[in-house]
């Protein structure tokens, strides 16, 4: 009764609605984030939907976000309301998140030509809540805050230019009053940031570059560098060739965490441009490096280069997932990033020490990482030499896991891992740098990893560092996954499956061909029934999916940045879609 | 009514394509904007002519009247034109967008024959010179007038696809094993349609199966971890 009393009250009045996201990410009815929360964990506490009743699964309801691109992001729930943002022209839709009755929609005027200019299909990773608002960005630069009750656009800030390169893909995290945005286009030659902007009004409170002078990097008396390669100063300009800084990429498209605690934020950069490493000799600081700044300046505190000049487009910009774990018999807080170069990072985030750095697939490029002085031991025989073809590179360029989130669940204490497994052929030229136009230089075909099968979902010991259980999929696992306190996770596949499993074990308990392949992230909610829902977009897509959904030749390997050769099937078990499935068990029945 | 909107109609196209001719360069060589304006324009194609070229198939009352003159590419009797596109179409950054052997990627494919602006020569000039709305950049600045002329020779290799029907039919389970191209990477050559093998299945590294997907690791190289349960689903 006290808790109806609670939601007829927080439905009642509309200022109750304007709630911090701070405690209501503890709230595990509501997804206020796209990582769930400030720590990225996607854990949710709910357990109505467990390995004994997931069978009996059902679809609860469905609805198309009207545009058939790749859909990469997680829907939001806040007090009952769900907010789903589409790819381009990444309209955002609010809805009754028991029912999937549309309350509103808001349509931006995205400028067309954007989508020229992002790199692998016009996705969008979704948006984040905070008093009141929702923060996400457009394709086009654009950050917007809508307010969550009447759809109203509040503000609207511009941050970049698609003339320059640049895009907005990524999800803006929203915390401590402020909306941490960063910029796509490591594949056009960008000058990558983040951007803080205050949530109440849009302004630009602080920018930090990943690239170019200490003073643009942020990087000042505060900066505490573990390694001893990332001291010195401008070394963000020293370790290019003259002037290369400039179009030397480094941009932030994946994930931002925050630490509450100490007041920091934790990010990682993308891959230097152009890719062909023989133009850029050097480290191209801070290109695939992990930095730790101050939220309120964006001073920076540390950072780990962890891969200095990249040269098979490594960036780094997956997810790092904020957790107190033993190390050496004391518990320490540590940021757990699992690596696109193939290695499980495990980072002192006090520190920017590197307890442990894991293969966690097979990895031919680096033979090993010496923690002493936090560097890759390449492997020599695979450096990209001008104008040769180059074989047998593990992983390929997505990398063993790209953008697609990881989940970790305190009760197994296990990492769940969506990723794929891919080889790569890799062939450099001389790219000129035309700004607005591509600046890659490489030519490249993927290809599947060994044991003839692209991808896997795989569930890691962290502090045990080793692979517990791996479910090999027919294509890259290219969604994200959620985990939860009833023991189940859940991803989906390329080739359209929605799948659930047992989180101990792996088992299959629940899948559900959908109309099109998956590369979102799934989500999961109470609803104001009192069941537990999960959510996912389909909408096949992004970097690995579209070849499914946009005029891309099958026949032609080298397609899509290479990603052509390592999917040419897919046209033939998928198109493209924009349906979100939402999924409960059956009204009335016992859980 | 109907016919006098659509005067009206097809007189704005005209002025819209005039201005946006104009904006190019390709109409003024040399007049207006900056220094690199078309300077190298050296009117392969007369201007007036290219203005006739139309983007769309219909035409107002079903009569084109003069537009959609007959226009082969300049340098088609060039037999090296295409090499010289070939070059181009890397050193302009085309192939960051259109991919290798122009298979597609942030840009439309050209491989094959799906054409969103029309695959006459003086429309992919035109597409070139002008850009297109949905992130095309318009290079009439950036090119001389020859060097656009050499990327239309290479692209019409490029779509130059052996099979050519009216649909194309896409199947899990094909009658026939399906061609793709020789990599790049093995073969890069202005008329890639030359060299092709049959399509390998499930994503692997090529089709005469003479090399084993495996890759080997290298020595020193720490193994990769087998999971201790693999799960089948």
């Known amino acids: ?389 180059i074989t047998g590179i593990c992983p390929a360029s997505p990398g063993v896991k790209d953008w697609q989130p990881t989940a970790y669940s305190p009760q197994t204490k296990l990492l769940y891992i969506p990723h794929q497994h891919l080889c790569m052929d890799y062939k450099t030229s001389e790219a000129a740098y035309i700004p607005g136009t591509p600046y890659v230089g490489a030519t490249v075909n993927m290809y599947a990893g060994p044991g003839h099968y692209r991808g896997e979902f795989a569930a890691w010991d962290i502090t045990g560092r080793k692979k517990v259980w791996a479910i090999h999929e027919k294509f890259p696992v290219w969604t994200g996954t959620v985990v939860t306190a009833g023991n189940i996770a859940v991803y989906g596949t390329m080739d359209r499956w929605f799948k659930v499993v047992d989180a101990t074990n792996g088992k299959l308990l629940y899948q559900f061909r959908a109309p099109s392949g998956f590369i979102g992230q799934p989500i999961t909610y109470q609803g104001s029934d009192g069941r537990q829902y999960i959510a996912l977009l389909s909408g096949v897509g992004g970097w690995a999916g579209a070849l499914a959904n946009y005029e891309i030749d099958p026949r032609v390997r080298n397609g899509a940045l290479g990603y052509t050769g390592a999917v040419n099937d897919l046209p033939a078990v998928t198109s493209g879609g924009s349906t979100l499935m939402v999924f409960a068990l059956p009204k009335g029945g016992s859980p | 009514m109907n016919r006098f909107l659509w005067i009206i109609i097809g007189i704005v196209i005209v002025i819209v394509a005039v201005v946006v001719l104009g904006i190019s360069g390709v109409l003024m060589p040399g007049k207006g904007s900056g220094p690199n304006l078309a300077s190298g324009y050296s009117g392969l194609i007369a201007p007036e002519k290219l203005l006739r070229v139309p983007v769309s198939g219909i035409y107002p009352g079903g009569n084109p009247r003069g537009l959609n003159p007959h226009m082969e590419n300049p340098l088609k009797d060039d037999p090296d034109a295409a090499a010289r596109g070939m070059k181009d179409f890397d050193n302009f950054n085309c192939s960051g967008c259109h991919m290798g052997n122009g298979g597609g990627g942030m840009g439309p494919a050209l491989s094959n024959h799906v054409w969103i602006y029309r695959e006459s020569p003086a429309n992919i000039y035109l597409s070139i010179a002008q850009g297109r709305s949905a992130g095309m950049p318009a290079f009439g600045a950036m090119l001389p007038d020859r060097t656009i002329w050499e990327l239309v020779a290479y692209i019409q290799n490029l779509s130059d696809d052996p099979g050519h029907a009216f649909g194309v039919t896409t199947s899990a389970t094909p009658d026939v094993p399906p061609r793709e191209q020789v990599p790049v990477g093995q073969i890069q050559s202005p008329t890639p349609w030359k060299y092709t093998e049959p399509m390998p299945p499930n994503g692997e590294k090529n089709g005469s199966g003479s090399e084993p997907p495996d890759a080997p690791l290298p020595p020193g190289a720490e193994p990769a971890p087998q999971p201790q349960h693999l799960v089948t689903h």
Not at chain 1, 11 to 36: H, R
Not at chain 1, 222 to 237: H, M, Q, S
């Open chain 1, 1 to 389: 009764m006290k808790k109806t009393l609670l939601m007829f009250l927080l439905l009642a009045a509309p200022g109750a609605l304007a709630q911090d996201n701070a405690s209501l990410q503890t709230d595990d009815k509501q997804w206020v984030l796209a990582g769930k929360d400030y720590a990225q964990t996607r854990f949710s506490r709910l357990n109505q939907i467990t390995p004994a009743n997931a069978g009996r699964l059902q679809v609860a309801w469905t609805f198309s976000v009207g545009s058939n691109h790749g859909q990469e992001a997680a829907p939001l729930v806040v007090n009952g309301v769900m907010y789903v943002v589409g790819a381009y022209p990444n309209e955002l839709f609010a809805l009754d998140a028991t029912t999937g009755e549309m309350k509103w929609k808001y349509s931006p005027h995205v400028d067309p030509s954007s989508q020229g200019v992002a790199c692998c299909d016009v996705v969008n990773r979704g948006a984040s809540y905070d008093n009141g608002k929702i923060f996400y960005n457009t394709l086009d630069n654009h950050t917007v805050a809508i307010d969550a009750k009447t759809g109203k656009e509040v503000w609207v800030t511009k941050l970049g230019e698609i003339t320059k390169g640049q895009t907005l893909t990524m999800a803006p995290l929203a915390a401590h009053g402020k909306v941490f945005v960063g910029n796509s286009g490591g594949e056009m030659g960008i000058h990558g940031w983040v951007t803080a902007l205050d949530e109440n009004n849009g302004k630009i409170v602080w920018r930090a570059y990943s690239i170019g002078a200490d003073k643009d990097v942020k990087i000042g008396d505060r900066f505490k560098p573990f390694y001893p390669d990332a001291k010195g100063k401008d070394l963000g300009i020293r370790t290019w060739p003259n002037g290369r800084w400039q179009s030397g990429g480094g941009p932030v498209w994946g994930w931002i965490s925050y630490d509450p605690k100490t007041n920091l934020i934790f990010y990682g950069t993308g891959n230097p441009g152009p890719w062909n490493s023989n133009q850029r000799e050097g480290d191209n600081k801070w290109t695939a490096t992990i930095f730790a700044r101050d939220a309120d300046t964006g001073d920076a505190i540390w950072a780990d280069q962890l891969n200095p000049h990249d040269m098979y487009d490594y960036d780094e910009i997956n997810e790092n997932l904020l957790l107190d774990l033993p190390i050496n018999g004391q518990t320490r807080p540590v940021l757990v990033h699992p690596g696109r170069d193939g290695f499980m990072f495990v980072i002192d985030r006090a520190t920017g020490q590197i307890y442990s750095a894991d293969k966690y697939d097979t990895q031919t490029s680096i033979l090993s990482y010496d923690l002493k002085k936090g560097r890759p031991n390449y492997n020599t025989a695979l450096t990209p030499l001008l104008g040769k073809n």
